[in-house]
């Protein structure tokens, strides 16, 4: 089943795909290529640990705070929109 945030389904598809990886290396005894294989999945982690935010998230938060203003948009008045990319 997707998620809603991309990086949890790059990270469950690598993980499966490094596992299989790593079966077939433990199986033809390639250890260096199984061990290669497990430690892909914690690089990716990494990676986003430091930059966590994505643009389903940035939409997401827009809309959360257009619901709220929502009255005020259907009377015609202005309300400005502040974006924002969560970055470590």
Do not use: I
Not at 51 to 59: I, Q, R, V, Y
Not at 68 to 76: A, F, I, T, Y
């Amino acid at each position: 089943q997707p998620y809603m945030w991309p990086q949890v389904n790059q990270l469950q598809s690598l993980s499966c795909c490094c596992l299989a990886l790593a079966s077939l290396a433990f199986a033809y005894d390639v250890a260096w290529l199984a061990r290669l294989a497990l430690l892909a999945p914690l690089l990716l982690l990494l990676w986003q640990v430091r930059c966590p935010d994505c643009t389903e998230a940035l939409a997401e938060r827009l809309y959360q705070e257009l619901q709220l203003e929502l009255p005020k948009l259907l009377r015609g008045e202005s309300h400005e929109v502040l974006v924002q990319q969560l970055r470590f």
